[in-house]
């Protein structure tokens, strides 16, 4: 908006306008990071939930570029160049990814994304330039028969379920929640409630987070690098299922999750250019790459980046971040924010007391 108080990255992800906790929140958390929000001078009547929550043994983690007045409570200071701090969270979610995801070690946050967040769900490829790059998500609409949709069909998303190899129109997506009938009486309800159930039948099912040792081909895929010393487009192996849509045409499909993996230089075992085999390789994201862009030293990033996210496995999501206009200020806020919120999705915080977003402007 106008005066940079509500963040535009809530409406680009959810469709609702910054649903965030109240502050008495901040004191249910047990790893807090307060991210460009100087709490005890614009939000004054709250900071105590702040300063409080230190003394039943929650760390604190404060992230500034200057040295504010929420600096000095903090446990860590990090401190970014101004203006970098999606390159820092970039990099605390390639840790993440890394040793949460990648290795299986968190079947909470495996269980979370599944069923939270569209990390399963299938998204169309696209050639461009010679290239396959991202397109938008396969929809019922795409397939022979709307996938036995007959209500909004192009409003419904798909993934496929891990028991069956099929693939599902899982209840909850936008196309559920106007026009739907009522399994009992035929009555005309809503039906969003993100359920591991397909939509169709009811039936159970476990969503596929990737395609890894069910696919019919690794192809590599481009994504955008806006950061200038790489390529401007940067080739990653992704697993991928040949499907044939209503129309004739073949194309082939990625489920979110194999996306971010690859986006955030994962290697999931597919090898190739662009990804990285430490976190002092200079690949974009890793912690090393972004030492050169924030000034913040590599291993406090991969430190922070295990303690909030072993924290949050621990406690099931009560990892917390404070976040306010110091970041929101910036022409390129909506990376930003969406840096910090890719963060908490795959650390299974969104929606969770003590845990999640806090957006604050004073």
């Not at 039906?191 to 696919?215: P, T």
């Not at 030492?291 to 621990?314: C, G, M, W, Y």
């Amino acid at each position: 908006d106008w005066y940079c108080d509500l963040p535009p990255a809530s409406p680009q992800i959810w469709g609702e306008q910054t649903d965030v906790p109240e502050s008495a929140d901040w004191y249910n958390s047990t790893y807090l990071m307060v991210w460009g929000s100087n709490v005890p001078q614009t939000r004054t009547p709250d900071a105590h939930f702040y300063t409080e929550v230190r003394y039943k043994g929650t760390k604190t983690v404060a992230v500034s570029s200057d040295f504010g007045e929420m600096v000095k409570f903090g446990d860590i200071w990090l401190a970014p160049k101004q203006g970098t701090d999606a390159a820092l969270a970039m990099a605390m979610g390639h840790v993440v990814l890394k040793e949460f995801h990648a290795t299986g070690k968190s079947a909470y946050f495996r269980d979370y994304v599944k069923q939270y967040t569209d990390m399963p769900l299938l998204v169309l490829l696209r050639e461009q330039d010679g290239t396959l790059v991202p397109d938008h998500f396969l929809r019922a609409s795409h397939l022979d028969g709307n996938l036995d949709q007959a209500n909004h069909p192009e409003w419904k998303t798909l993934a496929i379920d891990d028991a069956t190899g099929e693939i599902v129109a899982p209840n909850g997506s936008i196309g559920f929640r106007w026009g739907e009938a009522a399994h009992d009486n035929g009555a005309k309800v809503g039906r969003w409630n993100l359920e591991m159930k397909d939509g169709g039948s009811g039936r159970e099912i476990d969503q596929r987070l990737s395609l890894i040792g069910h696919e019919d081909e690794v192809v590599e895929v481009g994504f955008p690098y806006f950061g200038g010393e790489h390529d401007a487009l940067l080739k990653r192996r992704v697993p991928t299922r040949r499907l044939t849509l209503a129309d004739g045409t073949t194309v082939h499909v990625a489920t979110v999750y194999d996306l971010q993996m690859a986006n955030y230089g994962v290697d999931q075992g597919l090898g190739g250019p662009n990804v990285a085999t430490s976190y002092d390789d200079d690949v974009p994201y890793t912690p090393a790459w972004q030492e050169k862009h924030t000034s913040v030293p590599r291993k406090l990033v991969i430190q922070v980046a295990r303690e909030f996210a072993d924290n949050a496995d621990r406690t099931q999501g009560k990892s917390m971040v404070i976040v306010g206009a110091a970041l929101n200020h910036w022409y390129h806020n909506d990376m930003i924010y969406r840096g910090i919120i890719n963060l908490l999705m795959m650390c299974g915080c969104i929606g969770k007391s003590g845990g999640g977003w806090a957006h604050y402007v004073g």
